[in-house]
Structure formats: C-alpha cells, structure tokens
C-alpha cells in the first residue's frame, strides 16, 4: 500500500528483548540473577525464535509461516487472493488468512482493497468477518481475519440445497442484522 500505511509494526516486543538480554545494566546486586538462565515469557522466546530459530526463519521463507501464524491448507481463493487456514503459534487460534499478491494488483484493485481494509477495521459485528491484523510484505499483503468453519452461504446453498423455513429466517435476520449496522 503507498505509504506503508498498513505496515504490521512486528518489533513492538524486540525492545524489551534487548533490555532483558543485555548484561550491561546489571548492578551488583543482580550478580546471582545474571548467573541464571533468562525467562521469557512465551511471546519472547517466540519473537526470539523468528529472528534466531533457524527452523522458524525456515517456516517464515517458505511461506509456511506468516509472523505469529503457522500456515495450514488453502481453504478458498478469489481472482486476487486466496485463503488459507492458519493458527496462532501461541494462541493456537484458528484464523483465515487472506493472501494478496501485490504485483496482480493494479491501481484501482489496490483502492478497493484500502477501502475494504478500512472498513473492516473499523467494524466489530457478530455476523461480520472480523479483521485482526495485516501483515505487509514486499511481495504480498496477509490479511488475518476471524475463522468461519462454516462456509459461506453460496456454497451451503449449492452443496445441501435449499434452507429450511427455520434456517432461512434466522440466516436473513442475520444479514439484516450485519447490514443495518454496517
């Protein structure tokens, strides 16, 4: 995106790192907690683990990685995109994640796709996707969204047929739900 303006700040947690690692602020009375062996926490160690770890620096390469989220099979794509199944390494949260490539992405798609990460973050909805978080890389735009193992409607309506009375009216009450807020 021009400007980076959806760039993922991944080294928020980095600074905090240094301090813990770095042995030239210990005073005399820390001598005996400088002799032990450095805690981190889970979040550290995984931050540690992506910028040493010769086997996540591997993952991230391959694509089998993206930040936080180890990537799974592909569960959908669309003329720009395709999704994947991922999960958060220390979480272990399912989320869908949306990957773009940049270079098919001319002038208007790219437009298009600021608005539409725009809006969804500024939306918060039980009956609408929800955005996480973008991950901007100089080849691709990882969009990590809420995982809806339900499928879409299309596909439910072309795989069981159609819905019942029931389902039907409680499937509409939902988009007009999502629709009015929106």
């Known amino acids: 995106m021009p400007g980076g303006q959806y760039q993922v700040a991944s080294t928020k947690f980095h600074h905090s790192l240094y301090s813990l690692t770095d042995s030239s602020d210990v005073g005399p009375?820390?001598?005996?907690?400088?002799?032990?062996?450095?805690?981190?926490?889970?979040?550290?160690?995984?931050?540690?683990?992506?910028?040493?770890?010769?086997?996540t620096i591997k993952e991230l390469i391959i694509g089998r990685r993206v930040g936080f989220y180890k990537v799974r099979g592909e569960i959908g794509y669309g003329t720009f995109s395709r999704v994947k199944l991922a999960f958060h390494a220390l979480t272990r949260d399912k989320v869908a994640l949306k990957i773009l490539d940049r270079m098919r992405l001319d002038g208007q798609a790219q437009r298009l796709l600021s608005r539409e990460i725009t809006s969804m973050e500024s939306l918060q909805h039980p009956n609408v996707v929800r955005l996480y978080e973008v991950v901007e890389t100089p080849s691709r735009l990882y969009l990590v969204l809420?995982?809806?193992?339900?499928?879409?409607?299309?596909?439910?309506?072309?795989?069981?047929?159609?819905?019942?009375?029931?389902?039907?009216?409680?499937?509409?009450?939902?988009?007009?739900?999502?629709?009015?807020?929106?």
């Open 29 to 55: 009375e820390d001598e005996e907690e400088a002799d032990a062996p450095l805690r981190l926490t889970p979040l550290q160690k995984l931050t540690v683990d992506m910028c040493k770890d010769e086997k």
């Open 146 to 182: 809420e995982y809806a193992g339900g499928g879409d409607l299309h596909n439910r309506i072309c795989n069981e047929g159609k819905l019942s009375d029931s389902a039907s009216k409680i499937t509409f009450a939902q988009v007009l739900s999502a629709i009015k807020f929106m």
